[in-house]
T-cell receptor, first 116, second 119 residues
Framework: AQTVTQSQPEMSVQEAETVTLSCTYD???????LFWYKQPPSRQMILVIR??????QNATENRFSVNFQKAAKSFSLKISDSQLGDAAMYFC?????????????FGTGTLLAVQP | DTEVTQTPKHLVMGMTNKKSLKCEQH?????MYWYKQKAKKPPELMFVYSYEKLSINESVPSRFSPECPNSSLLNLHLHALQPEDSALYLCASSQDGAGQGSSSGNTIYFGEGSWLTVV
């Protein structure tokens, strides 16, 4: 079975600084997708960034980028120029390729605080 | 703005009540989901509806009953709930289908959630 581990329950960053959230996963599959979701206090789950396992190039979305290390099964999220609105719970998630019945497997989350 | 719409945003119900949570997606997706989320925990999958077929998480109690009137709607009927069922209920959808190999097709998009309190 696949598992996702987020070893940092809480992180803090100063506004305008850079922070990296860690995520590791375990799988025997070769075809899968990885995601970072953000959940602010409003509790809506918002997609931040996604990565296909077959792509070596790291995904980027504006101030958000990932460091995807497939052999190490690591998928960290880097937030540059942190803003107050980035404060939220961040979930790393794994999904096998191939169909709706494949579950989205979440890590336990990292609560990010942004200090002004 | 999310294209997965959930109503109501907040619901308070007694243990003998019957109520429903409603979800609609406007993206032409073929799969829809209900998740339950307790405070400071990740969401847990309850039901998946894909290509006219409902997949049920066997651990979900029968007091939760999903209904899919059409491919863009997924309701969750609630009956005789317990206080421990109080949680955030998230609806989601994805394009998923046979042969879908794209990341966008495999991405699950969430609604804003429905806060449920059972008293």
């Amino acid at each position: 079975a696949q598992t996702v581990t987020q070893s940092q329950p809480e992180m803090s960053v100063q506004e305008a600084e850079t922070v990296t959230l860690s995520c590791t996963y375990d799988t025997s599959e070769s075809d899968y997708y990885l995601f970072w979701y953000k959940q602010p206090p409003s509790r809506q789950m918002i997609l931040v960034i996604r990565q296909e396992a077959y792509k070596q190039q790291n995904a980027t979305e504006n101030r958000f980028s990932v460091n995807f290390q497939k052999a190490a099964k690591s998928f960290s999220l880097k937030i540059s120029d942190s803003q107050l609105g980035d404060a939220a719970m961040y979930f790393c998630a794994y999904r096998s390729a191939g169909g709706a019945t494949n579950k989205l497997i979440f890590g336990t989350g990292t609560l990010l605080a942004v200090q002004p | 703005d999310t294209e997965v719409t959930q109503t109501p945003k907040h619901l308070v119900m007694g243990m003998t009540n019957k109520k429903s949570l409603k979800c609609e997606q406007h993206m032409g997706h073929r799969a829809m989901y209900w998740y339950k989320q307790k405070a400071k925990k990740p969401p847990e999958l309850m039901f998946v509806y894909s290509y006219e077929k409902l997949s049920i998480n066997e651990s979900v109690p029968s007091r939760f009953s999903p209904e899919c009137p059409n491919s863009s709607l997924l309701n969750l009927h609630l009956h005789a709930l317990q206080p421990e069922d109080s949680a955030l209920y998230l609806c989601a959808s994805s394009q998923d289908g046979a042969g879908q190999g794209s990341s966008s097709g495999n991405t699950i998009y969430f609604g804003e959630g429905s806060w449920l309190t059972v008293v």
